[in-house]
């Protein structure tokens, strides 16, 4: 790959990331022309045609592939190294992504990213909300928060929150025309508003403690949603049991707009992790937005 610069690679991992020339050219400030010039000769560098092109759609070859997946982490850890040097004497700035699932937006950080942008006027702050577990080197993800600390190579976690509890509730209601189930079995004659992931297009499945042991549980089905405000919204209309995370819904409990159900039962889930590159906190604008969250989510100290 004699005569491969730093800027080929950049310009071919931003096609990758962005799935065209066009694409890619926004992304980085460049005129079209000079975004295929420079893949152009990247391809002569190497050899090996990188793309396969057609008037709808550009897709990796299998050099390309690997080109992509061995150049990767390098290129971003050459990218933060860069920004890192160029942020020593400047106040944080540039462009900052974080992806998180809609409750812990909801429950979290709401009341607080307005806070952190008038903060850091420089940061151009963008919340992506998805449930779905993403390699957010690959994506061009700055930072992302999920359950549980198993993370791949290379990557950084800070825990934010003790674990919690998968709670399930009901409208008053719906429990005073269906009765407040007391065991598994009385759940047979109730209806469940079901949870269906949006990415992988799977059911949630409903797993809850009897006797110390998880048991998965079948109820029949009164809604889908894939939703966490539907699911909330349809509780309270008295259109079956809902189930979220506690802190999902601690106000309407609070209100008395919805009532637990089977609290004994309730299973728990493992604590949420802000979760980000190892190379990526040595970079000032990412950095401020680790410490402003983890500040600001009430941490646990047990470890």
């Known amino acids: 790959m004699k005569g ?27 005129a079209a022309p000079s975004v295929s010039q420079s893949l152009k000769l990247l391809e002569n560098n190497v050899g090996l045609t990188l793309f396969n092109r057609t008037t709808r759609k550009i897709e990796l070859t299998e050099a390309g592939r690997l080109l992509h997946e061995r150049t990767l982490a390098a290129m971003e850890s050459l990218n933060y190294a860069l920004e890192s040097v ?39 702050l963008e919340i992506s909300i998805s449930d779905a577990t993403l390699d957010i080197i690959s994506e061009g993800i700055d930072l992302g928060i999920r359950f549980g600390n198993i993370l791949e190579e290379g990557m950084v976690a800070r825990k934010l929150t003790p674990p919690m509890k998968e709670a399930l509730f009901a409208s008053p209601s719906y429990l005073k025309q269906y009765g407040v189930p007391t065991s598994l079995e009385d759940l047979a004659q109730h209806k469940l508003i079901q949870y269906r992931f949006i990415t992988s297009n799977q059911y949630a499945p409903l797993n809850l403690i009897e006797d110390g042991q998880q048991t998965g549980v079948e109820i029949p089905y009164g809604l889908v949603v894939n939703d966490t405000d ?13 189930r979220l995370v506690l802190p999902s819904l601690e106000h309407e409990l609070e209100s008395g707009d919805l009532v ?5 039962m309730w299973p728990t889930y493992p604590s949420l992790y802000l979760y980000f590159s190892r190379n990526s906190q040595k970079v000032k604008r990412v950095r401020v937005l680790i410490d402003y969250l983890v500040a600001n989510f009430e941490v646990s100290r047990d470890k």
């Open 260 to 264: 637990p159900v089977l609290e004994p």
């Open 86 to 124: 160029q942020e020593l004497t400047d106040e944080p700035s540039g462009k900052l992504r974080i992806t998180l699932p809609k409750f812990v937006y909801n429950t979290y950080l709401k009341s607080r990213f307005a806070e952190f942008c008038r903060q850091y006027p420089q940061i151009e």
């Open 4 to 30: 491969t610069t730093y800027n080929q690679l950049q310009v071919f991992q931003a096609i990758v990331q962005e799935g065209s020339i066009r694409g890619a050219a926004r992304k980085l400030a460049m």
């Open 230 to 242: 539907l699911m909330i919204d349809a509780a309270k209309e008295g259109l079956g049991i809902g």
